[in-house]
């Protein structure tokens, strides 16, 4: 299918995403500006390619947990729930590779002891990127920035945020995307029942810009993801994660986040929803630590 070819609604989308990706491209650093050009590139060759199309498909998960047990770090502030809404548009495919924008917040909800609930912080995340969607694995490579902002707390040296590449590889299965129908399709056999990832990032040295971030003093992010299917039916799946993070800070220092993940989803009409338990056993992260906090959520993979 030719660039003519798309319907005239793809084919405004398309040129929008141009205009876009070239008011991005003004004014920034080289990097930033050859990274544009890549894509629009890309977008400019795949339009005469016969499996190139405009996609426009939209997925991701909501998220509303509540702390069951533990205590975070804060000594004068117990944390109560966490509601998080990550949504992800599949902008335009040229086969394997797809280009991706991905929008999502995260809100936490405080309680001071003695005391009335209060919203206590939000983040909001940004990211855009290309996914490889390959016969038995998924690579993404992407663009990352995330902002937080205190919302009833004084934020003493202003706001956190971070902007970092990352790299992100593993079997479909380890994808929230491919993760119900890879496990209605696999077979019984103990080795068939495990999915993983792993990732590596490296964040921009904070300089008080939007492009640097600021409050922060990551280098390198290292992540894996082990994942384990209890069971799996047409109507219902369960499984059990094992997540782990790893900083490297410009300090030198290092910082570590693990959690232990119980899932127990349920089919609808097309998507997945269910409950989870999530205990994490330890966490050094200064910048959300949950070390020793359980929760019970609810969550929706749409």
């Known amino acids: 299918m ?10 405004a989308t398309l040129i929008l995403i141009l205009k876009t990706l070239l008011l991005i491209h003004k004014g920034t650093d080289r990097i930033k500006r050859c990274s544009c050009w890549l894509v629009i590139g890309c977008l400019l060759a795949g ?12 997925h991701g998960w909501i998220t509303l947990e509540s702390y069951v047990h533990g205590q975070a770090d804060e000594p004068d502030l117990n944390r109560s729930h966490r509601s998080e809404f990550t949504g992800i548009v599949d902008l335009y495919s040229w086969k394997p590779f797809t280009f991706t924008l991905l929008l999502g917040t995260n809100t936490d909800v405080g309680r ?8 206590d912080r939000i983040t909001y995340s940004l990211t855009y990127g290309v ?3 390959l016969d038995r694995m998924v690579i993404r490579g992407d663009y990352h920035h995330d902002c937080i902002h205190l919302i ?43 999915d993983g990832r792993v990732g590596a990032a490296y964040y921009l040295e904070a300089g008080a810009t939007l492009r640097d971030g600021n409050n922060h003093i990551f280098k390198y992010q ?8 209890i069971f799996a039916q047409p109507k219902y799946i369960a499984f059990a994660d094992l997540d782990q993070q790893f900083w490297y800070n410009r300090d030198e220092s290092t910082e570590y986040k693990g959690s232990l993940t119980l899932n127990f989803l349920v089919k609808g009409e097309s998507q997945y929803a269910g409950l989870f338990y999530e205990y994490h056993y330890y966490d050094t992260f200064v910048k959300d630590r949950e070390d020793g906090l359980g929760a019970i959520g609810f969550r929706i993979l749409f």
């Open 131 to 133: 996914r490889a969607d």
């Open 47 to 58: 339009s005469t390619h016969s499996l190139a199309q405009v996609s426009l498909k939209a």
């Open 2 to 11: 030719s660039y003519l070819d798309i319907p005239r609604y793809k084919e």
């Open 112 to 119: 001071i002891p003695n005391s009335n609930y209060f919203m």
């Open 152 to 194: 009833n707390r004084p934020e003493i040296a202003g706001s956190t945020w971070w902007n970092a590449y990352l790299v992100r590889v593993g079997s479909r299965g380890a994808f929230n995307l491919y993760l119900p129908k890879e496990y209605n399709s696999k077979k019984d056999g103990l080795w068939k029942r495990w």
């Open 222 to 229: 290292f992540s894996n993801l082990l994942r384990y299917r």
